[in-house]
Nanobody, 120 residues
Framework: QVQLVESGGGLVQAGGSLRLSCAAS????????MGWYRQTPGKQRELVAS???????NYADSVKGRFTISRDNAKNTMYLQMNSLKPEDTAVYYC??????????????WGQGTQVTVSS
């Protein structure tokens, strides 16, 4: 089994910054793509940013230039640096990872989510 644990959420004023972390542990042979998603009540979960094992990144248009995704493969950890936060960034943020655990097929795992609240 694989566990993903997010940390770093909280309450911040508009214009402020937060750094989210997602640590993967358990039966891990390798981690392929990883990503951050967010969800607000009544809305579908949306992709915020993703990163491949090689470091290629992709961002939602709404966060380009403000958020930076990164990962430390040696620590099986992913980060999301969020700057210039806006009230519309308020959401529960989830990390996800595609993990190979020694078998022939990888599968997706999700963290439990961390709340980010941006006050105006």
């Amino acid at each position: 089994q694989v566990q993903l644990v997010e940390s770093g959420g909280g309450l911040v004023q508009a214009g402020g910054s937060l750094r989210l972390s997602c640590a993967a542990s358990g039966s891990i042979f390798s981690i392929n793509a990883m990503g951050w998603y967010r969800q607000t009540p009544g809305k579908q979960r949306e992709l915020v940013a993703s990163i491949t094992s090689g470091g290629s990144t992709n961002y939602a248009d709404s966060v380009k230039g403000r958020f930076t995704i990164s990962r430390d493969n040696a620590k099986n950890t992913m980060y999301l640096q969020m700057n210039s936060l806006k009230p519309e960034d308020t959401a529960v943020y989830y990390c996800a990872a595609n993990v190979l655990s020694g078998g022939l097929r990888s599968r997706d795992y999700w963290g439990q989510g961390t709340q980010v609240t941006v006050s105006s």
